[in-house]
């Protein structure tokens, strides 16, 4: 365990930076103490202020008004920087406009209904054989061998190639949006080193230029597809969408739309690994309604989106705290999700828990999960054909158990070693 790790359990509160790359990657027992101590808790690096408890994390999103998501720049280091060979390389492409995600009312709504057809229920229930098709694919690459690294067998690939369908993507290109994804996060994480902000600035130019041809193609013949939805809208029947405004939206469903799930499938696995007790019960019974308590029990405890980024609007008082107006805060949905307060005992894996169904892992309000549907779909899928399929998961014979990646924003594994039996 580092130094870092053992030090927040006993340094003063008021000396904590949750965005320390290890309290990053294992943020638990930082998070107990917030809760405990701190709810309402300033950074004394940043001077961000982080919000730990479910209560807070809920009515943060669900006031809009009071803590609104328009930031531009905030979370990108690339934005902000003053590096000319960074700037240089923005400059060829577009600027970084919010719309869904990064957007308030009414603007948000005005752009999210653009795409919500697209995960509405009858598109999710066409898209079921795709997901179970391509379940069996994946595990059909790696069966035979009784063992996998998970997270690049399985977990990325499924939602990777779902979401690629979803926007009118051809296959050969999904290496490419994969290394956007990356980009894209490496740019949310706050971590990274002169050499990553360049390297991320690259793809992000590059997701740009590809999908601005992609756009094109769009308009000249559109498709069934996200691509040709996003392009061909307009704001009241008469203005439509810019490229600056289609890229935004398509790099917010390209993320959300992938990361997000690869992480929680494999943590999953990694819980079941870890709570054999579980396991078994799962092994006892995988129907329907244990495999859906075992997505949600996941998601609550995975948190994929740990944190998320809010600007105060005007001075707000909470838990005794003056948070100033334009202040930057952290709704931090990792931590809200393992309350004691809301859920007992918040820490176990227990599939058998009243509430589990109740977490906050695709936020609450306005902002709640444009692909959250879709993101249980391929869990409950994905996991249904996993179970069918393969049996008894360990870690492969001698292997370290799996670290986190330190990501600002984003919570999930680096990677799964794993060993099976089929069935």
């Not at 280091?77 to 400059?91: F, H, K, T």
């Not at 898209?127 to 179970?132: A, H, Y």
């Not at 980024?309 to 948070?323: K, M, N």
């Not at 179970?387 to 001698?398: A, D, T």
Request: glycine fraction near 6%.
């Amino acid at each position: 365990m580092s130094e870092m790790l053992e030090h927040v359990k006993t340094c003063p509160i008021s000396q904590i930076s949750p965005l320390h790359p290890d309290l990053l990657r294992c943020p638990y027992d930082m998070n107990r103490r917030l809760r405990a101590e701190a709810p309402v808790h300033r950074d004394p690096l940043t001077g961000i202020f982080f919000i730990s408890r479910f209560d807070d994390v809920v009515a943060m999103a669900q006031d809009p008004e009071t803590f609104s998501s328009v930031m531009p720049g905030l979370s990108s280091r690339a934005v902000n920087s003053d590096d000319q060979e960074i700037l240089d390389i923005m400059a060829q492409g577009y600027p970084n406009v919010p719309t869904m995600l990064t957007q308030d009312p009414p603007l948000q709504r005005r752009y999210r209904k653009f795409v919500d057809g697209a995960f509405g229920p009858a598109s999710l229930r066409a898209l079921e054989p795709f997901i179970e098709k391509t379940s069996h694919f994946l595990i059909d690459q790696f069966a035979a061998g009784g063992r996998c690294e998970f997270l690049g067998a399985f977990g990325i690939p499924l939602p990777l190639r779902v979401i690629a369908s979803q926007i009118g993507l051809p296959d050969k290109d999904l290496h490419k949006l994969r290394e956007w994804t990356e980009a894209f996060i490496g740019n949310l994480s706050q971590q990274l080193d002169r050499d990553g902000t360049l390297r991320a600035a690259r793809g992000i130019l590059e997701f740009q230029h590809y999908f601005v041809e992609r756009l094109e193609e769009r308009r000249k013949s559109p498709q069934d597809d996200i691509l040709s939805k996003v392009v061909n809208a307009s704001i009241d029947g008469e203005t439509s969408l810019n490229n600056a405004e289609c890229l935004s939206m398509l790099s917010q469903i390209l993320v959300a739309g992938n990361e997000t799930t690869a992480a929680s499938l494999t943590e999953g696995i990694w819980l079941l690994i870890q709570n054999p007790e579980q396991y078994a019960l799962l092994e006892a019974d995988h129907s329907p309604e244990m495999i859906s308590r075992f997505v949600e029990e996941t998601l609550r405890i995975s948190s994929p989106s740990a944190n998320m980024f809010r600007r105060t609007t005007r001075d707000v008082i909470l838990r005794g705290v003056t948070i100033p107006a334009n202040s930057v805060c952290f709704a931090r949905f990792a931590s809200a999700n393992l309350d004691d307060a809301m859920f007992a005992d918040a820490m176990r894996f227990d599939i058998t828990r009243d509430n589990l169904r109740e977490h906050v892992a695709f936020g609450r309000g306005i902002h709640h999960c444009l692909g959250a549907a879709l993101a249980r779909r391929e869990m409950n899928i994905g996991f249904r054909v996993i179970f069918e399929r393969l049996k008894n998961f360990r870690l492969v014979s001698g292997a370290s158990a799996p670290d986190f990646a330190p990501n600002a924003l984003l919570h999930g594994l680096t990677g799964l070693e794993l060993e099976f039996d089929r069935r």
